[in-house]
């Protein structure tokens, strides 16, 4: 079973910015995408952003996240980043890594319930 680690989050201040790690013990299928997906006190999880883990590696992200946020990819480390600028208060959640194999529609990449392998999480905080 393949295991999702990420890792980089911490406790920074409105403004700044950081970048998450994840790491994968394997390659879990030839044409898979990895997410990252992020949890707030009291609501729901949450899309971010993914990567397609073939070819060109194609990338989605969250509108609310898609001037900010930027998702790439190391197939030779097997690690999926996620750098995050401006980051504000609303940003505070614990964001997961996961992954799932090539669907038919990328729009079931922006459900949480698609993917396959979850990682522990990480945990962000922006502070004001």
């Not at 393949?2 to 790491?23: A, H, I, K, R």
């Amino acid at each position: 079973q393949v295991q999702l680690v990420e890792s980089g989050g911490g406790l920074v201040q409105v403004g700044d910015s950081l970048t998450l790690t994840c790491t994968a013990s394997e390659r879990t299928y030839s044409r898979y995408v990895m997410g990252w997906f992020r949890q707030a006190p009291g609501k729901e999880r949450e899309f971010v952003a993914a990567v397609e883990w073939w070819n060109s590696g194609n990338t989605y992200s969250a509108g609310s996240v898609k001037d900010r946020f930027t998702v790439s990819r190391d197939m030779d480390k097997n690690t999926m980043s996620l750098r995050m600028d401006k980051l504000k208060s609303d940003d505070t959640a614990i964001y997961y890594c996961a992954s799932v194999r090539a669907q038919r529609t990328s729009a079931r990449y922006y459900s949480p319930g698609a993917y396959e392998h979850w990682g522990q999480g990480t945990q962000v905080t922006v502070s004001s």
